[in-house]
């Protein structure tokens, strides 16, 4: 599976920002889908996952009621809605795959998009 991450940018505290995933090369459909971010000198951390169908869906507090996961299963792609964003959010976002594991550990993931600059100034 081949991803790739695309949305990144500056942004202002409080606005909003709109990260897509764009998935070739396997099912998508039968793939897990979630998102994880890294900040300059800290580990990388989970920020959503989604299920295969879309219709589960769960978040990290530090992001819970401001970021939505959603995807399309016809398109191939997956999406991280960021609303309400602070400086803390500002980190490299990446969107992981694995077709069986579901978890919200980064070492689980078998395959990686090359990661997207989210930068909120305060």
């Known amino acids: 599976v081949q991803l790739q991450a695309s949305g990144g940018g500056l942004v202002q505290a409080g606005g909003s920002l709109r990260l897509s995933c764009a998935a070739s090369?396997?099912?998508?459909?039968?793939?897990?889908m979630a998102w994880f971010r890294q900040a300059p000198g800290k580990e990388r951390e989970f920020v959503g996952r989604?299920?295969?169908?879309?219709?589960?869906?769960s978040y990290a507090d530090s992001v819970k009621g401001r970021f939505t996961v959603s995807r399309d299963n016809a398109k191939n792609t997956v999406s991280l809605q960021m609303n309400s964003l602070k400086p803390e959010d500002t980190a490299v976002y990446y969107c992981a795959a694995d077709p069986t594991r579901w978890s919200t550990r980064a070492s689980e993931y078998d395959y990686w998009g090359q990661g997207t600059l989210v930068t909120v100034s305060s």
């Open positions: 989604i299920s295969r169908s879309g219709g589960i869906t």
């Open positions: 090369g396997g099912t998508f459909s039968n793939t897990l």
